[in-house]
């Protein structure tokens, strides 16, 4: 699909705007709106009043927010990359599952606790589980399909989950802290939380946004982008390390959140078309919009309560997953 380069400007302008119309929200929306005077007061530290004192508490949900979506959606997008698959997503691959699986055995079994464990337990996870499900998915004739993976992806995602509840169900001394935790939510987002996780989400990023480059060239098949010079083995490596460091990272922080990674990547090839070294960075944009546009939503529907995140993603992601599998037009990247 070929795009102007004014309809990807305005695209970009549109995704920052909407990013920061998003954040201001954010801040200020939830069990009690808060004006902006208060609103300011509060992103500045005079905590005087109550509505300062709930911005105050809502600065490290928006900000891990916008980490975890931003970092799911630039993970889907480079995963839909190196597999060619319109339906990859690190929840349908199973990725996330893994990760989850990894934290909830390292809390149950060896009373590992702290952010720095979770997060490396998550990228671990993310890791093995990527790994077993890509060799799953290219056993047989015809190597490594997109239907196999997604097959392949979707019955390890049932299984590890599966596991995963047979082992919290004995265990009442965490079960309701893991069962909150898998359902994926930012409410009890700190700092404190955030800053271990800063130096994994960087490398992350870096890999991810770094094979751009690979992207384009394998979208035109890996004969071809052999031929072009490029280093096909070496760039899936270093994106798909990208990828599992983000997926691990977010799900360590906030639990395994689906569907932004499948959704995010299809409506950033709508605005600049199938250039991996845009689609890369709006990727991040509109995945960090999608995730805080998500919390908003579950704060304003179940006032005085609140939806998890990981809730409102699930009812936007799966009708828009019905609709991507039935859309002829994306079936190959």
């Known amino acids: 699909m070929q795009v102007q380069r004014p309809q990807r400007l305005a695209g970009l302008a549109l995704l920052l705007g909407l990013l920061l119309l998003i954040t201001g929200l954010s801040l200020t929306v939830g069990a009690r709106s808060v004006p902006w005077a208060e609103t300011w007061a509060g992103m500045t530290g005079r905590i005087e009043t109550?509505?300062?004192?709930?911005?105050?508490?809502?600065?490290?949900?928006?900000?891990?927010?916008?980490?975890?979506?931003?970092?799911?959606?630039?993970?889907?997008a480079v995963m839909q990359g190196i597999s060619r698959n319109p339906l990859a997503d690190p929840g349908i691959l199973g990725v996330n599952a893994g990760a989850a699986l990894f934290v909830v055995v390292g809390i149950a079994w060896f009373d590992i606790s702290g952010a720095q464990s979770f997060l490396w337990l998550g990228i671990a996870g993310a890791g093995v589980t990527a790994v077993?499900?890509?060799?799953i998915g290219s056993a047989g004739q015809g190597g490594a399909t997109p239907l196999k993976l997604t097959l392949a992806g979707t019955a390890t995602s049932v299984a590890v989950s599966a596991f995963i509840i047979a082992v919290v169900l004995p265990r009442n001394d965490i079960a309701g802290s893991v069962q909150s935790w898998q359902?994926?939510?930012?409410?009890?987002?700190?700092?404190?939380?955030?800053?271990?996780?800063?130096?994994?989400?960087?490398?992350?990023?870096?890999?991810?946004?770094?094979?751009?480059?690979?992207?384009?060239?394998?979208?035109?098949?890996?004969?071809?982008?052999?031929?072009?010079?490029?280093?096909?083995?070496?760039?899936?490596v270093m994106a798909a390390a990208g990828a599992v460091i983000l997926c691990g990272t977010a799900t360590a922080l906030c639990g395994p959140i689906g569907f932004v990674g499948l959704v995010v990547p299809h409506l950033c090839r709508m605005i600049a078309g199938v250039d991996y070294k845009l689609v890369l960075p709006l990727s991040v944009l509109a995945g960090a919009s999608m995730l805080g546009l998500s919390d908003v939503l579950g704060r304003v529907i179940a006032r005085p309560n609140e939806l998890d995140v990981g809730i409102v993603t699930a009812f936007v992601g799966a009708p828009f997953f019905i609709w991507t599998v039935r859309n002829h037009r994306m079936r190959g990247l």
């Open 183 to 236: 359902v994926g939510g930012i409410g009890g987002a700190s700092f404190e939380t955030l800053l271990p996780a800063l130096p994994f989400a960087l490398v992350g990023f870096a890999l991810s946004l770094a094979s751009a480059r690979v992207l384009n060239a394998l979208a035109l098949g890996e004969e071809l982008a052999t031929g072009l010079g490029q280093s096909v083995a070496l760039g899936r």
């Open 50 to 76: 109550i509505g300062a004192a709930a911005v105050a508490v809502r600065m490290p949900r928006t900000a891990l927010a916008i980490l975890a979506g931003g970092a799911l959606g630039l993970a889907g």
């Open 132 to 135: 077993f499900v890509y060799l």
